[in-house]
Structure formats: C-alpha cells, structure tokens
C-alpha cells in the first residue's frame, strides 16, 4: 500500500495547513479546526513547504502572508512556491490568505495576482474560520476526484503508462514550449514486433505482470523530465524535452540493455519479440503549424508498423486484431499521405480481419431499404 493510500485509510479526515508566527494563533486554529480536520501547523515558509511536500493530503492552506517571516537567503515565499510548483497537486492547493482589517483593495488585488484563492481576517471567528476550511476542503476533494478521473482516462490499462491519446496532447504542448524557449525537442519510438502475439500465448496474470513491469521498466531507464507513453499495442513512445538528437541516440543505447534483459530485443530463443528504434528530432521552425509537427509523427510512428523489408509480418497483423483503434489511425495516416507501397501488402489481412464487419454494415443497410420500403 502506498503512503497516500495508507494516510487516508488511518485518517479519512481533511488535512490542512495553517501557517502563523504567532504560537497564540496556531493554538487557537487548531482547537477550532481540530475537531473536523488533520490540522498541521507552521511557523515559517521554509517549514510550511516541507509539511506540504510531505503530507499529500493537504488540502488547504491558511498563511498569515505578512506575519510569518520570509527566509533570509532569498527563497521565495510559500505563495509562491506553492504556485510554481511542478506538482500539480502542489501548485493547485487553494490558499486562502490570513490578513488584517486595516488591508486595502489594491493589496488583496495584488495578492489575488499571485494566486491568493481567498482571504480571511484577523481576529477571525471561529464559525468563519470553520466555513472557510469546510469550504475549500470539499473543493480540494472534487477536484482530486476530477484529476484521477483524467489520469484514468490518459493512462493505459496494461502498463500504467499514459496512452496515445495523452501522448499527442503532451506532445502538442512539449512543442508550443519548445519553440517558446528555443529549445530541442526529440522522440524516441520503441517497436516491439510480436509482443501482441507473445502476449496471446500467456495466462492472463503473467501477461498483465509483464506489461507492468515493462512499464515500469521504460519509466525508469529515462531521466524525470522524460516521459514515455504506449502509443500501440506494440509501440512505445519517449518525449524528450531539451533534448538534441545525440542525447535521443544516448536515450536509445540506454534503452538496449534493459530490453535485452527482457528477451525483447533480437527476437529467438524463448522470445519471439524483436526490437525496432526511430528516433526523431522535431522541427524547430515556427513556420511549421504544430498540426503538421503532430502529423508528421503520426506518419512515421504508422512507417514503424512495416518491416523494412516489406514482408508480411504475423505479428503486425496479430497488432491490428488487438487493438484496431489504434492500428487502424497508424494506416489511415499513411493512406492519406498516399504510401500505397508500404499497405500493399497488408491489405489482403486487414480486409479479412474486417470482413465480418463489412458484412454486418450491408446486412444492416439492407434491412434499413427494406424497411423503408414498407412503410416501417
């Protein structure tokens, strides 16, 4: 179990986060609060930050912005890091800033700036001070509800790791900030010819074991800014930011010893899986609309599903029959791109995958003319 799970299951109740200088104050908020919620308290910036990185269950934070002491070496405030955080668990937190009543508009306007979610004044009451939290909590809960819900969506069910449709939507925005900032953006494609078929021939609790592992196997041979997503039945995609082709090459020498280890990289002996790169450099010229970057990528990802010798291949053919979703986007591409070459050849089986289909969509068209041809 891990430690957020087993947090909630001890204390089912909402945690927050009140930050005050003044130990009269602190005292005072816990015993309002304390009978409704986990209350951790802080007594500077540099403290609150690292009660909020360690308990993922905090779900609101209150800070005296003013009275607690900001740190002598130049950090940043809490509001600040709080807003800045890479974790959108962090960075989302509701904040609600505790302030005095001699405060004027234009300085919680500027506090709202910077990301203050609310405020509340000093002396505050306790019914006020409750209604706040209350308040706050239950929108820090939907929003969790929400955010796992998209993770759900965005993820593959086998791996753990995001899917195709996630990969192109970060991808979209690992472009825009690219060429933002002037910086390289590479790919690394992974593909891995008959592990569709490998999978088949499994019992169902070793298959999911595999997957997992190669999921979690993947994540970690890159650096954590580095992603990878499974892109088909039997691709793998890395985004990797700031990253020239040599440092794409080097992600992918990395990445043959640890398919290597897996038996997924020649194929033969007790595996029949074998291993394809494409590494991928995208364009920096903002003349290029992002479309056409996003476009590209999908036809070369399709170009990795036909071996370079242009044989028929059982194991892309086993692919299409395991998930056509997304097989069939991969050869859509390339026949609107016109690459009747790289098809020909896998024609005849994808028309003999989908003739039931086929069948069905007449048979229902029939019965509709006949339909309306008696009046139904």
């Not at 490998?198 to 298959?207: D, F, K, S, Y």
């Not at 086993?318 to 016109?338: C, F, T, V, Y």
Request: with cysteine; glycine share 6%; hydrophobic share 40%.
């Amino acid at each position: 179990m891990s430690e957020s799970a087993r947090m909630r299951k001890e204390s089912p109740r909402p945690h927050l986060l009140f930050v005050e200088h003044s130990r009269l104050m602190r005292k005072a908020a816990e015993r309002i609060l304390g009978k409704q919620f986990e209350v951790m308290l802080a007594e500077t910036h540099e403290s609150a930050w690292t009660r909020l990185l360690d308990n993922p269950l905090i779900q609101v934070v209150f800070v005296d912005i003013d009275g607690v002491p900001t740190d002598s070496d130049g950090k940043p405030d809490l509001l600040e890091r709080i807003r800045t955080a890479s974790s959108q668990r962090v960075s989302e937190t509701p904040v609600v800033a505790i302030t005095g009543d001699q405060d004027c508009e234009s300085r919680r306007e500027a506090l709202l700036e910077k990301g203050v979610t609310d405020f509340i004044e000093k002396p505050f009451r306790p019914s006020e001070l409750l209604a706040r939290a209350r308040a706050h909590a239950t929108a820090a809960n939907a929003r969790e509800r929400l955010n796992l819900l998209q993770l759900q969506h965005h993820r593959d069910s086998q791996t753990g790791l995001g899917n195709r449709r996630y990969f192109f939507e970060r991808l979209k925005q690992a472009v825009s900030f690219a060429r933002r900032h002037q910086l390289p953006l590479s790919l690394v494609h992974v593909h891995l010819d008959g592990l569709s078929a490998t999978l088949q021939a499994m019992e169902r609790p070793m298959r999911l074991g595999r997957m997992v592992r190669l999921g979690r196997i993947l994540s970690d041979a890159v650096r954590q800014e580095d992603t990878v997503y499974r892109t088909g039945p039997e691709t793998f995609s890395f985004i990797l930011p700031s990253t020239d082709a040599d440092g794409a090459e080097a992600v992918r020498c990395r990445l043959i010893p640890e398919l290597d280890g897996l038996g997924m990289l020649n194929g033969g002996g007790s595996s029949e899986i074998s291993t394809r790169f494409h590494v991928e450099k995208i364009a920096s010229d903002p003349e290029v609309p992002v479309g056409d970057v996003l476009s590209q990528v999908r036809e070369n990802m399709g170009a990795l599903l036909v071996i370079p010798a242009e044989a028929p291949s059982p194991a892309v053919s086993d692919a299409i029959a395991a998930a056509p979703p997304d097989q069939l986007e991969n050869l859509l591409e390339l026949a609107r791109r016109g690459e009747t070459e790289q098809l020909k050849h896998l024609l005849p089986e994808l028309v003999e995958r989908l003739q039931p289909l086929l069948s069905l969509a007449r048979s229902i068209d029939r019965k509709d003319r006949e339909d309306d041809e008696n009046g139904h």
